[in-house]
C-alpha cells in the first residue's frame, strides 16, 4: 500500500503556533504524529513524505525514521535542511493501480498528464490552498494530522474534474 503525507515538522515547536496545531509542547506534536503514523502505516507499506519532515539535523531525523513504520521516499521540502548533501528528489511520478501520480512538496498548475486525470499531491500549503482538479494537500494539517492511503486519495479524487480544461483555454 502506498501513503502520502508532508509538512510533519518534527521537532519544531513554532510550528504549533504557525498552524494552529492542537498541542502544547513540541514533544507532544512529535508523539501525536508518530502514533497516528504508525496506527495506519504497516512496516511494508511505501510512504511518501512530501516534504518538510523536520527542521532537526540529520541524526536527530533519522531518530524519527526509525521510529516510524513502512518503506521511507523523502522528497525535498522547503525546510529539510537535514537532506543538503544527501541526493533526494525533488517531485516523484509513478503510476498506481493505473493512475500516473505526481507528487511534489508544492502545488502545481498544470503537472504531467493532468489534463488525462492524472493526481498531484503536495504539501507546503498546511491546508490553506484549494486544490485545483486532481489535486490534494497530503500534508498533516489537511489530514487530522495522518498520512494519507492511496485508496483514500482515490475516494478523494473519483468526482473531482481533470485538468482539461486548462489545457484546451
Known amino acids: 500500500m ?13 510550528i504549533i503556533r504557525y498552524c494552529n496545531r492542537p498541542f502544547d509542547s513540541v ?38 525514521q526509525q521510529r516510524l513504520h513502512g518503506i521511507h521516499v523523502f522528497l525535498k521540502g522547503s525546510h529539510d535542511y537535514w ?4 541526493r533526494c528528489h525533488e517531485i516523484w511520478e509513478k503510476t498506481i493501480d493505473g493512475i500516473y501520480v505526481v507528487v511534489c512538496h508544492y502545488a502545481m498548475r498544470v503537472w504531467a498528464k493532468s489534463h488525462y486525470n ?24 489537511n489530514n487530522d494530522f495522518y498520512p494519507v492511503s492511496f485508496d483514500q486519495i482515490k475516494e478523494i479524487m473519483k ?11
Request: aromatic share 14%; charged share 30%; hydrophobic share 30%.
Open 83 to 86: 537532506l543538503r548533501g544527501i
Open 2 to 14: 502506498y501513503f502520502f503525507i508532508a509538512d510533519e515538522h518534527f521537532g519544531h515547536f513554532n
Open 118 to 141: 492524472s493526481y498531484q499531491l503536495y504539501g507546503h500549503s498546511h491546508g490553506k490552498l484549494e486544490s485545483i482538479g486532481k489535486q490534494w494537500d497530503v500534508g498533516v494539517d
Open 159 to 169: 468526482n473531482r474534474p481533470d485538468n482539461f480544461n486548462l489545457v484546451r483555454k
Open 27 to 64: 514533544e507532544e506534536m512529535n508523539e501525536e504524529l508518530i502514533k497516528r503514523y504508525n496506527s495506519v502505516v504497516d512496516k511494508n507499506d511505501v510512504v511518501i513524505h512530501a516534504g518538510d519532515f523536520t527542521l532537526e539535523k540529520k541524526e536527530i531525523s533519522y531518530k524519527y
